[in-house]
Antibody
């Protein structure tokens, strides 16, 4: 069974940094692209970033480009999101998801999410 | 303002058929597959429809997807109370080189 478990969320001050992790199991991790999607409280889904199976290709939403870095450790089946220069508007539940069939849009399954709160 | 446009709400009574639209452009829906996600209250989103019209195993055939030009639709027939959820469409966008979501549609079963 495919499982994705996010961790690393919490309260951080504006301008601060946080690193999220997503531990994957149940599939050949390095064969699949992965993604991060976030959801601000009471709002809709917003795609954040995607990363190829090898880690060589990355994509970012304009809202996080230059501040967030997606990466992966294929030896430990873990996806990361390094978030720097955090702003209040980055407050959200962050979900990781497995991408299927070589796409960056087919997300299945999703993790349970981890909450990031940016506030002083 | 989302790149893909969905109605913020939809409703129906049990047994009815409801459709949710998703409007995009030539840089996203017209040239790429559309995906639909269902988010039940308090839970993570779940894949509902992939590649415009395919259902993952376990998704009832009451759910169907279609695409034409720059628009896509999700239809739910035989509406049930457990279908109350938020529904999101998504597609790749060539202009943004990223994934775009619709703003979401909250479905209420009256």
């Amino acid at each position: 069974e495919v499982q994705l478990v996010e961790s690393g969320g919490g309260l951080v001050q504006p301008g601060g940094s946080l690193r999220l992790s997503c531990a994957a199991s149940g599939f050949t991790f390095n064969s699949y692209a992965m993604t991060w999607v976030r959801q601000a409280p009471g709002k809709g889904l917003e795609w954040v970033s995607g990363l190829s199976g090898s880690g060589a290709t990355t994509y970012y939403a304009d809202s996080v480009k230059g501040r967030f870095t997606i990466s992966r450790d294929n030896s430990n089946n873990t996806l990361y999101l390094q978030m720097n220069s955090l702003r209040a508007e980055d407050t959200a539940v962050y979900y990781c998801a497995k991408c299927s069939s070589g796409t960056y849009t087919w997300f299945d399954p999703w993790g349970q999410g981890t909450l990031v709160t940016v506030s002083s | 303002q989302s790149v893909l446009t969905q109605p913020p709400s939809a409703s129906g009574t049990p047994g009815q058929r409801v459709t949710i639209s998703c409007s995009g452009s030539s840089s996203n829906i017209e040239t790429h597959y559309v995906y639909w996600y269902q988010q039940l209250p308090g839970t993570a989103p779940k894949l509902l429809i992939y590649t415009n019209s395919q259902r993952p195993s376990g998704v009832p055939d009451r759910f169907s997807g279609s695409k034409s030009g720059t628009s896509a639709s999700l239809a739910i027939s035989g509406l049930r109370s457990e279908d109350e959820a938020d529904y999101y469409c998504a597609a790749w966008d060539d202009s943004l080189s990223g994934v775009v979501f619709g703003g979401g549609t909250k479905l209420t079963v009256l």
